[in-house]
């Protein structure tokens, strides 16, 4: 099978790059990443050598490259998006147009040439869950709370609307909170252990009481595969790891992993319509596919912390380096606590 993975420079996108060439040795896979703040070359040394993987820099909003790549293409796998919910409080626009027209203009290049187009989406389009109320499933009405999730559900409709109107063989995967290695440092889990790697203090927002549904970033490459393979064409299927924990949790457990105490939490004013609770139900991707969760959390975040203090080179280079002018930009001006989702 020839993919193109769009997005695959990126945090989830590198780690199923990865996995899809290690599993299948016969595969061949087009990487195309416009090499964003969070677009990473460096999370995919271990490819570059491998004769079925290709690497093309380019925008997904670009129609005549979208055209150029599909031509002899089996499936897409689109990740490449603007993904960051305090980013797009900041300003929507890259957002709109990555995740909207982005979208768009590859399924415009998928229906040219009737290509499988697997979109990969996020919880985040049903909103907000109280404390009782059930998780989300396939079903569950769309919500959209931030700019980011707006324009996530927007380009979740677009292509259900290409398999209804254009009968494009498509499906669609939306995931809980990812966490794993290669994640970008600005992100919670990340920024919380490379903050106390270098003697810092943690921003928790609020109370430290919103709950997110935690997914070791290998088992969703892992749910991908399940559904790229043996999903039903014009489906949806939602991935979470029954790992629903609050921030405070998640915040008291790296302390402890890294022998800190609790001076070290920075508590910090909330974001502006930060969703309380977010959690998935898995029962129909279990009983259709037979996916479960394969690593439970204290073991993921264990060998995510481990990775990280391994990998020190990777992201000081991310953190004071190439990215330095852009923080100061975005973030220095404003609170210190903007820098995860």
Same mark, same amino acid.
């Given at each position: 099978?020839?993919?193109?993975?769009?997005?695959?420079? *990126?945090? !989830?996108?590198?780690?199923?790059?990865?996995?899809? +060439?290690? #599993?299948?040795? =016969?595969?061949? $896979?087009?990487?195309?990443d416009?090499?964003t703040?969070?677009g990473?070359?460096e999370?995919?040394?271990e490819?570059?050598?491998?004769?079925?993987?290709?690497?093309?820099? *380019?925008d !997904?909003?670009?129609?005549?490259?979208?055209?150029? +790549?599909? #031509?002899?293409? =089996?499936?897409? $796998?689109?990740?490449?998006?603007?993904?960051?919910?305090?980013?797009s409080?900041?300003?929507?626009?890259?957002?709109?147009k990555?995740?909207?027209?982005?979208?768009?203009?590859?399924?415009e290049?998928?229906?040219?040439?009737?290509?499988?187009?697997?979109?990969?989406?996020?919880?985040? $389009?049903?909103?907000?869950?109280?404390?009782?109320?059930?998780?989300?499933n396939?079903?569950?009405?769309?919500?959209?709370?931030?700019p980011?999730?707006?324009?996530?559900?927007?380009?979740?409709?677009?292509?259900?609307?290409?398999?209804?109107?254009?009968?494009?063989?498509?499906?669609?995967?939306?995931?809980?909170n990812?966490?794993?290695p290669?994640?970008?440092p600005e992100?919670?889990?990340?920024?919380?252990?490379?903050?106390l790697?270098?003697?810092?203090k943690?921003?928790?927002?609020?109370?430290?009481?919103?709950v997110?549904?935690?997914?070791?970033?290998?088992?969703?490459?892992?749910a991908?595969?399940?559904?790229?393979?043996?999903g039903?064409?014009?489906e949806?299927?939602?991935?979470?790891?029954n790992?629903?924990?609050?921030?405070?949790?998640?915040?008291?457990?790296?302390?402890k992993?890294?022998?800190?105490?609790?001076?070290?939490?920075?508590?910090?004013?909330?974001?502006?319509?930060h969703?309380?609770?977010?959690?998935?139900?898995?029962?129909?991707?279990?009983?259709?596919?037979?996916?479960?969760?394969?690593?439970?959390?204290?073991?993921g975040?264990?060998?995510?912390?481990?990775?990280?203090?391994?990998?020190?080179?990777?992201?000081?280079?991310?953190?004071?380096?190439?990215?330095?002018?852009?923080?100061?930009?975005?973030?220095?001006?404003?609170?210190?606590?903007?820098?995860?989702?």
């Open positions: 099978m020839k993919l193109l993975v769009t997005g695959g420079a *990126g945090f !989830i996108g590198s780690n199923f790059i990865k996995y899809i +060439l290690n #599993k299948y040795p =016969d595969y061949s $896979v087009v990487n195309l416009i090499l703040y969070a990473n070359l999370n995919l040394k490819a570059k050598n491998n004769p079925g993987y290709k690497f093309v820099k *380019g !997904i909003c670009d129609r005549e490259l979208a055209d150029s +790549l599909v #031509k002899d293409i =089996d499936a897409i $796998v689109h990740f490449a998006a603007e993904s960051h919910v305090d980013r409080i900041l300003d929507a626009s890259p957002f709109i990555t995740n909207v027209l982005g979208t768009q203009v590859l399924l290049a998928a229906r040219a040439k009737d290509v499988r187009f697997h979109h990969v989406s996020t919880d985040e $389009v049903f909103g907000s869950l109280g404390p009782d109320d059930e998780p989300f396939e079903n569950t009405p769309y919500g959209p709370r931030s980011y999730s707006a324009s996530k559900a927007a380009s979740d409709h677009l292509v259900r609307a290409y398999f209804h109107t254009h009968n494009l063989p498509i499906t669609i995967s939306n995931c809980t990812n966490y794993g290669y994640q970008f992100k919670f889990i990340p920024l919380f252990v490379t903050n790697l270098e003697g810092k943690v921003p928790l927002y609020g109370d430290g009481l919103n997110r549904d935690w997914l070791y970033t290998e088992d969703h490459c892992r991908i595969d399940a559904v790229l393979h043996r039903k064409i014009g949806t299927y939602c991935v979470g790891g790992c629903e924990k609050t921030n405070i949790e998640i915040a008291k457990t790296i302390l992993l890294l022998d800190k105490d609790e001076s070290s939490i920075e508590p910090v004013k909330d974001r502006l319509g969703d309380r609770r977010y959690a998935m139900s898995i029962k129909k991707i279990s009983e259709e596919l037979g996916w479960q969760p394969e690593v439970n959390f204290e073991e975040l264990q060998k995510t912390i481990e990775w990280y203090k391994n990998n020190e080179n990777w992201w000081q280079k991310i953190k004071s380096g190439e990215y330095l002018d852009y923080y100061k930009v975005q973030y220095c001006e404003r609170n210190a606590h903007a820098r995860y989702a």
